[in-house]
């Protein structure tokens, strides 16, 4: 998000659980940013649907956004939701359901403005289920059909949709959760992001090369697959 | 938040342990890990020796939020994690930098409180804690407090350059300097040893920056040769980021131990010395060139291969003169180490902290591989500069022993009555501290 402020004067509204979190957010985005940045915080809750309709009405109450990101989720470990009902129902949820609902919500009032760029945090997990993480991917795909359709659906309206598939990155959520391999560094992936929402892209993969990656490993036959410790 | 086994070492890649690390992304994780004992606080690794390491690692190099910024006064109040590139980054452009830079942009502002760094402007503007309004601090017990110089004096100067071993340095309040351009008039004087260079050092004290590169392997009365390196900020010019922030290449391999041989060095020690033909020059150059220029190769620590280096920096008072110098450069280019260049900078008057390096006198840092003739070498520079009342700097140290600390520091005991008033004996620990006979 620090991309977009350093650019031109851009008023943020941030959604989410913890105040103290967006309040930091808040005041890193408008420290950082040119003159004339500003934010304003909305918390709200995320755990079923009613909830998630007042978060997002409320949010819009902060004026209609030109740019709605929808990001938010958590990486589960396969092995707990594999063995938990209940983690396995929060991991689709949170990470699939509730996203899609904001999406949908989002696009039913920017319509009315016959404006506005609606991005979706999906993955490149979405693109195939692999035994490591197919709960989170399974969501991340729900995601990535919805956009596909939701995009197919703003034909016309003035509405864009976009997916970012972002590559394993360096953040918060995948540094402890024993991701193995490199990880992109956030600036170059929100540098990718901020260019391919800009195009109106609707499938963004950051860093790029995760779109060859991901094409090879969709192709690949079964039997071979099969023997990929991945 | 989970720890992860990993193998980590300072910038000079010796020693190198297997610690704990810990990114605690919130307050109350900070505080649940300080609770479980002895803990070791790490920023971006920049430090050269064992300062940053220990067996329960605590990493706050992902702390990069930044607070506010008054575009009046210039106080910028960040998150300890942020680095001095982050603050050329958003600041710069406006106008503002920070007042006190070390060579290198990657270091945290909390590492840079924690070792209290120092730039090539220390004989004018001092160094870095000297720009810091207020901070805070997180304390053995997990209670949060406020520090600055009036609130809370003692634990202020116990802090600032106190190598993290007080508590966990959260934010930061700096005041930064409004310039009015982001390039540096440099001017260059080609200098033919030691005297020469002290001499020149002394008569452009009025440059706001100085520094000496060295050519320590020159012998006999090209002893001490150098190049005087001049800076003022420029009057005009603008202030293009693109000017002061490049993304640095870097090398994708460990090189073997050996490519820093001597005759290597000593060639390429002449060919610098020598590709200045002119006594002087001058340019206006770029804020990183100036100031960073080894930042533009992004892991130039790999260079000295797979056994690391280590870098000895020492700083000997004005009153003993150039003698010290001229004795210590002797030792080195007489060593069988192959040691290139060498920093030479006059620093102005010591602060109030009780661990803050710098005092009134000229400092030589040194780089050279981590061999046992380098570490014989360290010692022999230890006596000189104990016998004329010097002292070596903790951020480069990973070798001292615990008489030459006493004796380079003589404040440690009030240091350690501070950390006992204040909860952080036992708590805040790292090899460092432990070698050196802290508690």
């Given amino acids: 998000m620090r991309r977009w402020c350093t650019e031109e004067p851009t008023h943020f509204v941030l959604v989410g659980r913890r105040e103290d979190t967006l309040r930091a957010i ?36 902060h004026g209609r956004p030109d740019i709605a990101l929808v990001a938010f989720g958590s990486l589960p470990e396969q092995a707990v939701v594999s063995a938990t009902a209940s ?9 699939g359901v509730w996203p899609a609902l904001c999406a949908q919500l989002l696009f039913n009032a920017l319509r009315e403005e016959g404006a506005g760029r609606i991005v979706l945090l999906g993955s490149v997990a979405g693109d195939r289920g692999r035994r490591s993480n197919y709960a989170y991917g399974a969501a991340k795909s729900l995601l990535a059909t919805f956009a596909a359709g939701l995009a197919h659906a703003a034909v016309g309206t003035g509405v864009s949709v976009s997916l970012v598939k972002p590559g394993p990155t360096d953040t918060p959520m995948t540094r402890g959760a024993g991701t193995r391999g490199r990880l992109a560094a956030p600036d170059d992936v929100a540098r990718t992001i901020v260019a391919g929402v800009a195009r109106k892209q609707p499938v963004i993969y950051a860093p790029p090369r995760w779109r060859v990656i991901m094409a090879i490993i969709r192709a690949l036959p079964g039997p071979l697959f099969d023997r990929l410790d991945i | 938040m989970s720890p992860r086994s990993v193998a980590l070492s300072g910038w000079g890649r010796w020693p190198q342990v297997e610690a704990e690390l810990t990114e605690a992304t919130t307050l109350d994780g900070i505080r649940g890990l300080v609770g479980l004992g002895a803990v070791s606080v790490r920023g971006a690794g920049r430090s050269y020796g064992d300062s940053s390491l220990g067996t329960r690692v605590l990493d706050m190099a992902h702390h990069t939020r930044m607070r506010s910024f008054d575009r009046d006064s210039g106080v910028a109040v960040v998150d300890a994690g942020a680095t001095i590139e982050d603050l050329l980054r958003v600041f710069a452009p406006r106008g503002w930098l920070p007042a006190v830079t070390p060579g290198t942009r990657f270091v945290t502002v909390g590492g840079a409180l924690a070792s209290d760094v120092h730039g090539k402007n220390h004989h004018a503007a001092g160094s870095f ?8 601090l997180l304390l053995g017990d997990g209670e949060v407090v406020r520090v600055s110089r009036e609130s809370l004096p003692e634990l202020f100067h116990a802090t600032a350059g106190g190598m993290g071993l007080t508590g966990v340095i959260l934010s930061v309040a700096l005041q930064l300097i409004p310039v009015r351009s982001g390039r540096i008039l ?35 009365r090209s002893l001490g040769r150098s190049l005087l390196l001049l800076g003022e900020h420029d009057t005009d010019g603008g202030h293009d980021p693109a000017v002061n922030v490049r993304r640095p290449v870097a090398i994708p391999f460990v090189p073997p131990s050996g490519t820093l041989a001597r005759p290597v060095v000593s060639a390429f020690n002449t060919l610098y010395h020598g590709r200045q033909r002119a006594v002087e020059r001058t340019a206006l150059v770029s804020y990183t060139s100036f100031f960073h220029p080894l930042d533009a190769i992004a892991n130039w620590n790999l260079l000295y291969g797979k056994r690391g280096f280590l870098q000895y920096q020492f700083v000997t008072p004005a009153q003993a003169g150039a003698d010290p110098l001229r004795r210590a450069l002797a030792l080195i280019s007489q060593a069988p180490v192959p040691a290139p260049l060498a920093v030479l900078k006059a620093f102005g008057e010591a602060n109030s902290n009780l661990l803050s390096f710098p005092l009134r006198g000229y400092t030589l840092a040194v780089d050279m591989p981590a061999t046992a003739a380098a570490l014989e070498l360290c010692e022999r520079l230890d006596r000189l500069v104990l016998d004329c009342g010097g002292r070596i700097y903790l951020s480069k140290d990973a070798r001292m022993s615990p008489e030459t600390f006493r004796a380079c520091y003589p404040r440690w005991q009030e240091f350690e009555e501070i950390r006992a008033r204040h909860g952080a004996t036992g708590k805040f620990s790292t090899l460092q501290s432990t070698r050196l006979g802290l508690t």
Wanted: charged content about 25%; proline content about 1%; overall charge negative.
């Fill in chain 1, 26 to 61: 808040s005041e890193d985005l408008v420290t950082r940013g040119c003159d004339g940045t500003e934010a304003s915080i909305h918390v709200g809750a995320f755990r079923d649907s009613e909830e998630v309709a007042a978060t997002v009405a409320g949010a819009l109450e």
């Fill in chain 1, 87 to 95: 983690a396995l129902t929060e991991a689709l949820e949170v990470n």
């Fill in chain 2, 129 to 136: 804690s000297d720009h810091v309004l207020w901070f805070e």
């Fill in chain 2, 186 to 220: 440099q001017r260059s004087l080609k200098l033919p040893g030691i005297d020469a260079t002290v001499a020149a050092i002394e008569t452009n004290a009025n440059w706001t920056y100085s520094a000496a590169w060295i050519d320590c392997q020159a012998r006999g």
